[in-house]
């Protein structure tokens, strides 16, 4: 647990910035009016990352 704990914690900022990235590329091909697979591809990992930060923060919380 302790392992996993770690990983998680150096793999965050990682996965923060990949978000970002994500984000800014949806947001251009909105603002574009591009839609293509590449796009569906960055907001469902968007979608994906958010969660995954959220369960993080949750299970920090809770101190597990």
Do not use: C, F, H
């Not at 704990?5 to 994500?22: D, F, H, N, S, V």
């Amino acid at each position: 647990a302790e392992y996993m704990a770690g990983i998680e914690k150096t793999a965050r900022p990682y996965k923060e910035r990949a978000l970002e990235t994500y984000n800014r590329n949806v947001e251009q091909a909105e603002a574009n009016s591009i839609s293509n697979s590449w796009i569906i591809q960055s907001r469902d990992r968007m979608n994906i990352l958010s969660e995954e930060l959220a369960m993080d923060n949750s299970q920090t919380a809770s101190g597990s």
